[in-house]
């Protein structure tokens, strides 16, 4: 990569040397307006920079028919880029201009790199005159999920993340005027979704649909590339793992699709068939690309650092070798991750300076038990195991087993490092279990016994998933026609399951500014078992947290004047059931004022519905 770094500087410098002085003089001695001059001079550099760099840059042997339309995309990619993180960070974020440019100066040329050196300028042999059967197989698969999902309800984290994208992107400011626990990156994704429902009238529900086909559709075809470039499969078994790869990437998230496990699934899973025998090459282009897409997932949650650490530790056991440890794919990972914190430090201060503090507080509370936590994963475990004892069994001289061994621990970690017990958490566990056992039912090595109780054992995982079904919320069903007829509502609740969901369902505005009231059950509990004459600092601490909320939620309530106001008399995650939402707020006094212009229209052993009068 060092070889390369001077000649692709030069090699832009002069594109955009001549992207300027193109578009300068093309404006001033022809009648061309501005934005054709402009086009004039970035058409100029495009070819300007394609010759310098297949010569210089990666002296590739040019095949104009293969070569050029795929570096025009990459260019299209860069400029793309760059008009959307200045659109970002300059109009919609308010931030300085130079901000704006710096960040555009930092990414677009390691994307541009990234594009180039593993997708563009690729030798002759890496084309794979299939592409097309994989293009065909992945397109069909993303129009199958389309189909299969169309009109279904999206989980209520995905809702949140609509309804606060789109608030966000109309001028709210992310952590202040809109609470969430988890860090920027996932708003960012779901910036394209409501992109495309505004530009062409979807339902933002529908183009978050569409959104996550395109990507999905993608990941598909780059992991055609990956196991196409290792020549280890005849067509036929690569056809079959093409399609229980897209199982693989669909069937564990069958009831909460487009989570954010889910999305790290999806974006890791051409990296991990990297890993597959014979692995890629440290050298090879491919693997920068492949981990910086890798990287977008894992910059989804911290925990989500556990693969690359543990993929990294294995190799330094194995081959006792620290050098593993500064590996490109860790290079590209912590340049990207470190980027990453930096960003949302430089635009999104207060998730750091508000945010982490309340979190570190509170947030240990929301956990179903370390019963459940346990019993929701041991079955899928057992079963893993069965299938892996299989596979070794079944091929002795494969490292694959051992490789796919450790990413599913990396899942299963992560999914444990959170403690919680959702569900949903288990995605990347159960898909990488899924991932190992399709490689080892096309692995041609593989004995027949042992390879009929791996096919079982997928069959048992793929059934125990979508007999969960698609998601599904009968208690905001119940709430939203309740409340019909109602323009907005805010909901009184530590569930986030009642909340955005149910103003989704009765088609109202979501009237907070947060998805759930997430820092009150932690810091509740932990002030009940404090001794605050002796700890009085964590005691302080707590109340102000108790104090920010509460009165956050009631200039919510006098910002928005909700129509419907629901309140959860059996919030979970308290240790003291039947926590009294109204005794708490009402400690502020604006907050009786506010009740006195509602009456009470629904009044049930769970909910209590106020409606304005």
Same mark, same amino acid.
């Given at each position: ?12 410098? $002069? ?71 200045? !659109? ?19 990414? $677009? ?20 005159? +299939? ?38 992107? +109309? ?53 055609? !590339? ?20 897209? /199982? ?9 699709? &487009? ?56 190799? #330094? ?84 087993? /051992? ?58 995982? $793929? ?19 309740? &409340? ?49 004459? &002796? ?10 947290? #108790? ?51 509602? =009456? ?10 106020? =409606? #304005?009068?």
């Amino acid at each position: 990569m060092r070889s390369r770094l001077v000649p692709f500087v030069l090699v832009g410098g $002069v594109g955009t040397a001549t992207h300027f002085l193109t578009a300068l003089l093309l404006a001033n001695l022809t009648t061309l307006s501005g934005i054709l001059s402009n086009f004039g001079g970035f058409s100029a550099a495009v070819l300007i920079s394609y010759f310098g760099h297949a010569r210089l840059t990666f002296r590739t042997e040019l095949d104009h028919q293969f070569h050029f339309p795929r570096f025009v995309l990459a260019a299209g990619s860069g400029l793309i880029l760059s008009t959307a993180l200045t !659109w970002i960070t300059y109009d919609q974020l308010g931030r300085p201009f130079w901000q704006a440019m710096a960040l555009v100066a930092v990414t $677009v040329p390691v994307l541009t790199y990234l594009l180039l050196a593993g997708w563009v300028f690729v030798q002759k042999t890496h084309r794979g005159q +299939d592409l097309w059967i994989g293009g065909l197989i992945s397109a069909l698969c993303g129009g199958a999920v389309l189909w299969l999902f169309w009109g279904d309800l999206l989980s209520h984290d995905v809702i949140w993340y609509l309804f606060a994208t789109e608030r966000w992107l +109309d001028g709210e400011a992310l952590f202040t005027d809109l609470v969430e626990i988890n860090p920027p990156l996932n708003f960012y994704y779901t910036v394209p979704a409501i992109w495309l429902s505004q530009a062409s009238g979807l339902l933002p529900e529908s183009a978050q649909y569409v959104v996550f086909a395109w990507v999905y559709t993608l990941v598909l075809l780059v992991s055609w !590339w990956v196991i196409g470039a290792k020549q280890t499969l005849t067509l036929p078994r690569r056809i079959v793992f093409q399609l229980l790869v897209a /199982v693989a990437l669909i069937v564990p998230a069958y009831g909460n699709l &487009i989570q954010r496990d889910h999305l790290f699934l999806v974006l890791v899973t051409p990296w991990v068939l990297a890993l597959l025998p014979p692995k890629e090459p440290d050298s090879s282009a491919r693997i920068y690309f492949l981990s910086a897409l890798a990287a977008l997932g894992i910059c989804l949650k911290p925990y989500f650092l556990v693969l690359p650490i543990l993929v990294t530790l294995v190799a #330094l056991i194995r081959d006792r070798d620290w050098r593993c440890i500064f590996s490109p794919s860790n290079r590209v990972m912590f340049l990207i991750g470190v980027l990453y914190v930096l960003f949302v430090a430089l635009v999104h201060p207060a998730y750091f300076s508000k945010i982490v503090p309340h979190a570190r507080y509170t947030y240990d509370s929301f956990s179903a038990g370390s019963g459940v936590v346990i019993d929701r994963v041991l079955i899928v475990t057992l079963l893993g195991l069965i299938g892996f004892a299989a596979a070794r069994i079944g091929n002795k001289t494969s490292s694959a087993p /051992v490789i796919l061994l450790v990413v599913s621990l990396a899942g299963l970690s992560s999914y444990l490092l959170q403690w919680t017990g959702f569900r949903y958490q288990m995605i990347p566990f159960v898909g990488f279990l899924m991932l190992g056992f399709s490689w080892f039912i096309v692995d041609p090595g593989m004995r027949r016994f042992p390879l009929g109780i791996v096919v079982i054992v997928l069959v048992i995982l $793929v059934q125990t998933n979508l007999m969960r079904g698609k998601y599904a919320n009968p208690t905001a069903v119940a709430l939203a026609e309740w &409340i019909t007829g109602a323009k907005s509502v805010n909901v009184l609740t530590s569930f986030v399951s009642f909340g955005p969901v149910t103003a989704h369902l009765a088609k109202a505005q979501w009237a907070s500014s947060y998805s759930t009231i997430w820092q009150v059950p932690g810091a509740v509990n932990k002030l009940e078992k404090t001794d605050c004459s &002796i700890e009085w600092e964590a005691c302080a601490a707590l109340q102000e947290i #108790l104090v920010q909320t509460r009165d956050d939620v009631i200039d919510d309530l006098m910002a928005f004047r909700p129509d419907a106001l629901i309140v959860d008399k059996n919030s979970g995650y308290f240790d003291t059931p039947n926590f009294d939402w109204m005794a708490f707020f009402a400690t502020n006094p604006a907050f009786d004022q506010i009740m006195t212009g509602y =009456r009470l229209e629904v009044a049930s052993d769970r909910f209590d519905v106020w =409606r #304005l009068k």
